[in-house]
């Protein structure tokens, strides 16, 4: 498998030949990039301070060490967050008053995945020309290790307290509604971090919970994207154990689904939706979401009297959209809760005190609530591709066979077909070698068709 470098960070497989795979020279070269880009930014300081945080990957104690040591190495004193969901670390950044962060996480890739996602003094994604700025000194490896006595210094800290205190303390979260309410959940942690800090945080909240897959191994117990064929095992439990719930994060928690009381998913691009929906009904303001996400959340949000945003896949792009537009929420319809007067990222803690605020609120079922929300059906498809340089011509080969309906380039290719209130999006992933393909539509099988006829096109060419 092919390293992937993108303003995401750095990824691939553990173990392959160099090149191939995300070796311990890639880590130290990017690592030291990271650090000397740092210190570009920050000249004026004398001292500089990293957090490192990780999910439970099998590989994460091999990668926390090469990262830490490599950070030390450059003269740089490193907070090791040890464990930590991707939001968690987010907000260390915060709460530490540090120069950045790195996150050890491939997210919702497989366990022989891993990753370096890259954060600024904000606890924020890197944006494009610090991405790129940072690719070019590790390529022409400008890195800068000084003497032994400015050698970093490592101290350690758990902030999963601090981010679930954060959480409870979130003005729009209803504790005393929530603890009235007498929730039960049945958790599906997928063998990382959500093991360590959900069941923390249904503790706080006052929510009786069980968890499945709860080890924090690394040996994940199915595909860890919170899909719903991959969520078979928790569907059943959430009726078995007769819970008012069930909730889905995926290996760094920043991702979050629910499945309904009766055992049926709530829907992940309906995620977003219901939480929005709650915040909207407290406070007015612009919401975003990416172009690959559903209508759905348009249609709540200009219900509400507000106005909905799009933007380019990606959270760094949905946060700066949301800065843009002063949005009062948003994120991404892969169930990425962003919660700007929190922090600017995905963070699945939140969004989930969010959603059950919500329940109580309208003492609604889950069945109940996605009822409200209007029906789109959104079909996920993916093609894998050997020479990422065809991509561009395939998408404009698609382009002219549409040409007559309405075309959005922003971020690969969006078509829209207003009559029918349906769309595709066509686009390359930033970290995998594949194409999407996401089509929308108020019935199943008029998504699914749609999906198909475009796949259909792609395999002809």
Known sequence: MTLIKSISGIRGTIGGEVGNALTPIDIVKFTSAYAKQLKKKFPEKDEYEVVVGRDARISGEMVDSIVCGTLMACGINVVNAGLASTPT????????????????????NPKQWNALKLLNEKGEFL????????????????????????????????????????????????????????????LDSINSVGGIVMPELFKALGVKCYVINGEPDGDFAHNPEPLPANLVDLCEEVKRQDADLGVSVDPDVDRLAFICETGVPFGEEYTLVAVSDYVLSQKKGPTVSNISSSR???????????????CKVG?????????????VIGGEGNGGVIVPDLHY?????????????NLAHKKMTASELRATYPDYFV???????????????????VQKHYAAEKITTIDGLRVDFEAEKKWFVLRKSNTEPIIRIYAEAPKEESAEALAQEVISIIKAL
């Open 89 to 108: 670390t987010e907000m260390a950044v915060l709460f530490e008053h540090s120069d950045g962060g790195i996150i050890l996480t491939a997210s919702h």
């Open 127 to 186: 944006n494009a020309e610090e991405g790129d700025n940072l690719l070019k000194i590790a390529e022409d490896e400008d890195f800068d290790y000084p003497g032994v006595e400015k050698t970093g210094k490592l101290k350690k800290r758990d902030f999963t307290d601090a981010h679930i205190n954060a959480v409870i303390n979130y003005p729009l979260v209803d504790l005393k509604a929530i603890k009235k309410a007498r929730f039960s959940v049945v």
């Open 296 to 310: 759905a959340l348009k249609d709540v949000t200009e219900a509400h009297g507000c106005e909905y945003f799009t």
């Open 315 to 327: 959270e760094v792009n949905a946060s700066t959209e949301m800065q843009r537009v002063g949005a």
């Open 345 to 357: 990222g995905r963070d699945a803690l939140i969004g989930v005190a969010l959603f059950l605020s």
């Open 379 to 397: 079909s996920k498809n993916k093609i894998e591709i050997s020479d990422p340089s065809q991509v561009d011509g395939m998408l404009t080969a």
